[in-house]
């Protein structure tokens, strides 16, 4: 019966963890992460398409309060930061086709 108790005891623990709202400070450093990611991407001049309207629309999502999407569009800005990044990385020597110059 202890043991019973102590294992529910743990995992309400567990679930508890994951259970607290974002905070604006969550959304503020997920949104540093992700402008970061866009500048550096803009830097190299492969900032991809959609990257600054959806820190656009993570800006909108915390301003109405929904700090969970506003963090999670963030991240994914920052996903698409780094990409860009990777992608100009591996593409840098590519070159064109050759029936380009045919």
Do not use: C, H
């Amino acid at each position: 019966m202890m043991m019973k108790t102590l294992t529910a005891a743990a995992m309400a623990l567990m679930l508890a963890g994951t259970s607290f709202a974002a905070s604006q400070a969550d959304f503020d450093k997920a949104y540093a992460a992700a402008e970061a990611a866009r500048q550096e991407a803009a830097k190299i001049r492969n900032e991809w398409r959609d990257t600054a309207k959806m820190l656009k629309k993570a800006k909108e999502l915390a301003k109405a309060g929904k700090l969970d999407a506003a963090i999670k569009m963030a991240k994914a800005a920052e996903f698409q930061g780094k990409m860009a990044v990777e992608q100009a990385r591996a593409q840098a020597n590519a070159g064109n086709p050759g029936y380009l110059y045919n």
